[in-house]
């Protein structure tokens, strides 16, 4: 079985809040999506695509937990710094 690429990931911009919209909350499902193993139905970038909805929030705070960080499912510069480190790992 082949590694994705990291090129297919793009650590978006830090801070993003719930209620945003756009390329960079759509990057930062893709990470969460991959991480976290969301897939098919599943997947935050098809249930709020683009949008950092309730979903999206969940499974940054799923994230940060995991990393040690707490935090509300904020997607602040230490969450960005753990989602960079995460995603270089695989």
């Given at each position: 079985?082949?590694?994705?690429s990291l090129d297919n990931f793009?650590?978006?911009?830090?801070?993003?809040?719930p209620g945003d919209r756009g390329m960079q909350v759509e990057r930062l499902q893709i990470c969460l999506d991959h991480i976290l193993?969301?897939?098919?139905?599943?997947k935050l970038s098809s249930i709020e695509p683009a949008?950092?909805?309730?979903?999206?929030?969940?499974?940054?705070?799923?994230?940060?937990?995991?990393?040690?960080?707490?935090?509300?499912?904020?997607?602040d510069a230490l969450a960005r710094q753990k989602l960079r480190e995460a995603i270089e790992c695989r």
């Open positions: 079985m082949r590694k994705k793009i650590i978006p911009d830090a801070p993003l809040k193993k969301y897939k098919g139905k599943k949008y950092f909805g309730s979903e999206t929030r969940l499974a940054l705070r799923e994230f940060r937990l995991i990393c040690n960080i707490g935090g509300f499912g904020d997607y």
